[in-house]
């Protein structure tokens, strides 16, 4: 499950890296009492060789590209066009992000625009300023590591918002950061022996995947609701300890298992300008790091 999709129904839909079909696809819409937005950005076909994929909203007003890192002085960064009124040429902003070493930073396909006056965090005394929208954009960071017999991936999304004040435009680069999506498949079986204690299940694998969506009661800032799912294979294994700890592995154990204590739901709220769960959330690392 490596792409993003929408699946659960919050308002009228939710997101979730998953398999099922991209944002682009299904071009949904969320919508909060408060009037805060959650569209699919599109991907834009008309890039260049070797440029980086740029995703739009379907009225063009938003533009979002995921630029890598130029050395120490330009780190990779999230390029966000926004295109304001009738001006002929889209407002540029760049919203750093810290990626891993051999890491890679993407879009992610979603926007959160925000109701009328709503995000600036103050008063908004110019009313050309007041006028322009703010938003949520947001940026995977992947990175990955190999093992003997296996290797894993696993990405974190970062969320940034842009609010737009008196004197200017505000980045705020990390509102929220979420583990999103991880694949881990460790073992191997190196001899006959390995086979059979192993029922011929040589690898173990996990998997971890994660959504978010508006909640139905709005504010100011949006509330979020944020969902995981992790699962692992054979059943009865962890990335804690030796999957044969207990014994060679039975035909009973070759299955999916979900992992009850990683999968979960949490509400984010904005709080002291980021956004903090309403539990705190459990120790997941065995899947969601690589």
């Not at 919050?10 to 079909?21: D, K, Q, Y």
């Not at 009225?59 to 979002?64: F, K, S």
Request: proline share 6%.
């Amino acid at each position: 499950m490596n792409s993003t999709r929408i699946a659960y129904a919050v308002l009228s839909g939710l997101l979730l890296a998953s398999s099922l079909p991209a944002a682009a696809d299904v071009a949904p819409v969320q919508q909060d009492a408060a009037g805060n937005r959650l569209e699919a950005l599109l991907l834009q076909g008309e890039q260049g060789a070797g440029e980086p994929e740029r995703y739009c909203t379907a009225d063009g007003q938003w533009c979002v590209r995921a630029l890598p890192a130029m050395g120490e002085d330009q780190p990779a960064a999230l390029e966000v066009a926004e295109r304001a009124g009738d001006a002929a040429e889209p407002r540029m902003r760049r919203v750093p992000i810290n990626v891993v070493d051999d890491g890679d930073l993407r879009v992610w396909p979603f926007i959160v625009r925000l109701a009328p006056g709503a995000g600036a965090g103050q008063a908004v005394a110019d009313p050309q300023q007041a006028a322009l929208q703010n938003v949520l954009v947001g940026g995977l960071v992947e990175a990955r590591a190999m093992y003997s017999g296996g290797g894993a991936s696993a990405s974190t999304l970062q969320l940034a918002r842009i609010r737009h004040l008196d004197d200017g435009v505000q980045v705020d680069a990390d509102v929220l950061s979420v583990a999103w999506s991880a694949n881990k498949m460790i073992r191997a079986c190196f001899s006959e022996r390995d086979f059979d204690q192993r029922a011929g299940a040589c690898h173990d694998e996990y998997s971890f995947d994660a959504e978010l969506a508006l909640a139905t009661e709005g504010q100011d800032m949006p509330v979020l609701r944020y969902r995981t799912e992790a699962s692992n294979y054979p059943a009865g294994v962890s990335p804690q300890r030796d999957s044969l700890a207990k014994g060679g592995l039975k035909k009973k154990d070759l299955r999916t298992e979900q992992d009850a204590e990683c999968s979960y739901t949490r509400t984010f709220r904005f709080t002291s300008g980021a956004y903090q769960p309403d539990q705190p959330l459990p120790e997941c690392s065995g899947y969601t790091e690589p």
